[in-house]
């Protein structure tokens, strides 16, 4: 097994290129594929999830296998149903357990050819694409945000548009307004007519250059090494104050542990200044990506924390609340798990590993939310440190260049 000795430095003062926003990156890509000219998109992320993604829209082979990126399962099997050609779309074991059934189900209402070569409602899936003629659907809000993204990015190319109502309590609603934001970008009419209820013309897409902004989920990790640093000053190219990315909310929450946020004219500079809250309530439901973060943070700068809104977390990479519960626990702290959809630390301790080693559980949030720990603890092992290529590949560079001391083990 792959393993990495993390040593930290006495202080932080870097400059560090975040990868670009592979939420935006996904999004434009299947955008301008849907549109009858392709513009140049500039600023691509290097991460796997995109790199699928790019693969596939370039070469559209018939067996289209996505490894372990959720976004591409849910954002390709909507492209396909509406584009010329028959593929089968497949990914990793653990993608291959996680369901789509809602989203297929969906498609299907709409009229889209798509069938289960193995389990009904998990992928593999054979795709038929085709001209679909349905026009209105129904979905739960509490579903995730990819598979209503998907569907509404599919809408301009409907011969009769799409009418998407949502029931229930709608998470992750930056989200979606991430792909309605990037969507009228490239010229569709698009956009809520209700609370609940959202519609896109048929329209077509236009063609445009676009250059893709930083990643504000990456930036969560700088934010934690910030809050975890005795002192710390990172400039973040990239980064801009009014980001579509609903993760941009990290620099109002890190306020609350002690980090400052500068906004310049095209970067953000975090200093570590100021006290922390004593005690931190927190729903998660619209920035569910940064909850591994904010619970290591907490944890380690002895907040106690209610945070609730992590249903979606045990739909990721991995059971992210299962996995959450038993890594931290090395490092001591003894998280309580309520309704499947909430964790809460009040203090709780145990005793902790001699020498923790991080297991990462082929999930890239869990290793890069427990690196800055290593800030608090001076030592941290992590195994499988590769896993952090799903998103940002040079991470553990970037902790090289910012003075970690990183020895493979």
């Known amino acids: 097994m792959k393993r990495i000795l993390l040593t930290p430095p006495a202080q932080i003062d870097t400059v560090i290129q975040l990868p670009s926003s592979k939420s935006i990156c996904n999004r434009v890509l299947v955008i301008n594929a849907l549109a009858e000219k392709h513009g140049d998109i500039r600023n691509l992320s290097d991460c796997d999830d995109t790199q699928v993604m790019t693969n596939a829209l370039r070469n559209m082979p018939s067996v289209i296998d996505i490894k372990a990126a959720g976004t591409a399962m849910r954002f390709l099997t909507a492209y396909l149903s509406v584009t010329e050609g028959t593929h089968i779309l497949t990914g990793t074991p653990r993608m291959q357990q996680r369901p789509i059934r809602i989203l297929v189900d969906a498609l299907r209402a709409l009229g889209a050819d798509i069938r289960y070569t193995s389990d009904e409602g998990f992928p593999p899936l054979q795709i038929t694409g085709k001209e679909l003629n349905g026009h209105e659907i129904s979905l739960p809000g509490n579903v995730s945000s990819q598979y209503i993204s998907a569907l509404l990015m599919i809408g301009p190319v409907l011969k009769n548009g799409l009418r998407l109502t949502l029931t229930g309590e709608i998470i992750s609603r930056p989200y979606i307004n991430l792909t309605l934001g990037l969507m009228k970008e490239f010229g569709a009419q698009a956009g809520w007519i209700s609370d609940n209820q959202l519609e896109v013309a048929p329209k077509p897409y236009v063609s445009r250059p676009y250059l893709i902004e930083s990643d504000w989920s990456a930036a969560s990790y700088w934010y934690e090494m910030a809050a975890l640093s005795d002192k710390a000053t990172v400039t973040l190219p990239g980064l801009f104050k009014s980001s579509l990315q609903g993760d941009a909310k990290v620099a109002e929450l890190f306020s609350k542990l002690g980090v400052r946020t500068i906004f310049n004219n095209d970067s953000v500079t ?55 519960i038993a890594e931290i626990r090395k490092l001591g702290i003894v998280l309580t798990e309520e309704e499947g959809s909430i964790l809460t630390w009040m203090g709780r301790r145990c005793r902790k590993d001699d020498q923790p080693a991080i297991d990462t559980y082929e999930d890239h949030r869990m290793a890069m939310a427990f690196a800055p720990t290593a800030l608090r603890l001076q030592e941290l092992r992590i195994n499988q440190p590769e896993v952090v290529s799903k998103s940002y590949p040079q991470f553990w560079k970037d902790l090289t260049a910012a003075g970690f001391n990183i020895i493979e083990e």
């Open 270 to 324: 975090l200093q570590k200044q100021g006290d922390a809250v004593m005690h931190l309530e927190y729903d998660f439901v619209n920035q569910p990506d940064l909850a591994q973060t904010l619970v290591v943070t907490c944890a380690m700068l002895n907040i106690p924390f209610r945070f609730s809104g992590l249903q979606s977390l045990k739909i990721k990479e991995t059971d992210r609340m299962a996995a959450l």
